[in-house]
């Protein structure tokens, strides 16, 4: 099993960056690719960026890109996603996710997720 524990979560003004942060530990060596998502309630869940552990090789979705930039310490067992310009349409529950199968943008191809963190961007 992995275990997936989310941070860095916060109220941030319109333009403003934040980092989250996603650990992971148990049987890390296993996991192929990790994502992030995010949720708005009354909405399904969206993916926003993936990565594959072993070459780190990012994907993003196209409203993302080039604001936002995921990545991740192999040592630490650990993924971020570095959002920047951000904008009250990002306000969202951020979650992260792993698979010991190969990268994908659908949210229930993840066996293990994170808690969740709360980004709120205020105008």
């Known amino acids: 099993q992995v275990q997936l524990v989310e941070s860095g979560g916060g109220l941030v003004q319109a333009g403003g960056s934040l980092r989250l942060s996603c650990a992971a530990s148990g049987r890390t060596f296993s996991t192929a690719a990790m994502a992030w998502f995010r949720q708005t309630p009354g909405k399904e869940r969206e993916f926003v960026a993936a990565?594959?552990?072993?070459?780190?090789?990012?994907v993003y979705a196209d409203s993302m890109k080039g604001r936002f930039t995921i990545s991740r310490d192999s040592a630490k067992n650990t993924m971020y996603l570095q959002m920047n310009s951000l904008k009250p349409e990002d306000t969202a529950v951020y979650y992260c996710?792993?698979?010991?199968?190969?990268?994908?943008?659908?949210?229930?191809?993840?066996?293990?997720w994170g808690q969740g963190t709360q980004v709120t961007v205020s105008s």
């Open positions: 996710a792993a698979d010991p199968n190969p990268y994908s943008s659908e949210y229930r191809n993840y066996a293990y």
């Open positions: 990565i594959t552990w072993n070459a780190g090789n990012p």
